[in-house]
T-cell receptor
Framework: DADVTQTPRNRITKTGKRIMLECSQT?????MYWYRQDPGLGLQLIYY???????NKGEISDGYSVSRQAQAKFSLSLESAIPNQTALYFC?????????????FGPGTRLTVL | AQSVTQLDSQVPVFEEAPVELRCNYS??????LFWYVQYPNQGLQLLLK??????LVKGINGFEAEFNKSQTSFHLRKPSVHISDTAEYFC???????????FGQGTRLTINP
């Protein structure tokens, strides 16, 4: 079984709809992240959480919100989706070892906003 | 703040040829450096990382990278590529103590038979 799972894997929605993307992990890591990937731009950090009570904005948090329901679950919401939020979304987890983190990624959710 | 530049957006090579994917970074402090690979329709997988010590780092699938502090580079190399190496490759940097990764734009490696 995969250590980091994302649901759904694909989603098509309409402008103005509320969307939630979910991420679960069995790695026991405290740290979780949400990224979006756009062609030619690499990955951009949306939000990150270092534990259940800690939520931080990343580079591109506008239009997004998150919820850390438990150590193993981190959800990303688009309150009112817009077409330029069409992208590939990745969840990642990490644990700090020796002062640095190695991040482990889920398989991604492809979101299309019409 | 740190930044990463991958100098080539696409690199086509023939099977069994050597390849180098270039990565330069900018930071005012010491950094950790990573290469990730993304196979088609999959998430990112760690290829290798540089934390400290030897500047030549070996990773999975025969890849290696060399950290060059004076040139602020971390180029990825493989002496002989296979069709299965077709993927997108991302360089990433983390400033020591920052606990966040900054990714480059990605390099798409295409292997031709």
């Amino acid at each position: 079984d995969a250590d980091v799972t994302q649901t759904p894997r694909n989603r098509i929605t309409k402008t103005g709809k509320r969307i939630m993307l979910e991420c679960s992990q069995t790695k026991g890591h405290d740290r979780m992240y949400w990224y979006r990937q756009d062609p030619g731009l690499g990955l951009q950090l949306i939000y990150y959480s270092f534990d259940v009570k800690d939520i931080n904005k990343g580079e591109i948090s506008d239009g997004y919100s998150v919820s850390r329901q438990a150590q193993a679950k981190f959800s990303l919401s688009l309150e009112s989706a817009i077409p330029n939020q069409t992208a590939l979304y990745f969840c990642a987890t990490s644990v700090s070892v020796g002062g640095t983190d190695t991040q482990y990624f889920g398989p991604g959710t492809r979101l299309t906003v019409l | 703040a740190q930044s990463v530049t991958q100098l080539d957006s696409q690199v086509p090579v023939f099977e069994e040829a050597p390849v180098e994917l270039r990565c330069n970074y900018s930071s005012s402090v010491s950094v950790y450096l990573f290469w990730y690979v993304q196979y088609p329709n999959q998430g990112l997988q760690l290829l290798l990382k540089y934390l400290s010590g030897s500047t030549l780092v070996k990773g999975i699938n025969g890849f290696e990278a060399e950290f060059n502090k004076s040139q602020t580079s971390f180029h990825l190399r493989k002496p002989s590529v296979h069709i299965s190496d077709t993927a997108e490759y991302f360089c990433a940097v983390s400033e020591q103590g920052a606990q966040k990764l900054v990714f480059g734009q990605g390099t798409r490696l295409t292997i031709n038979p």
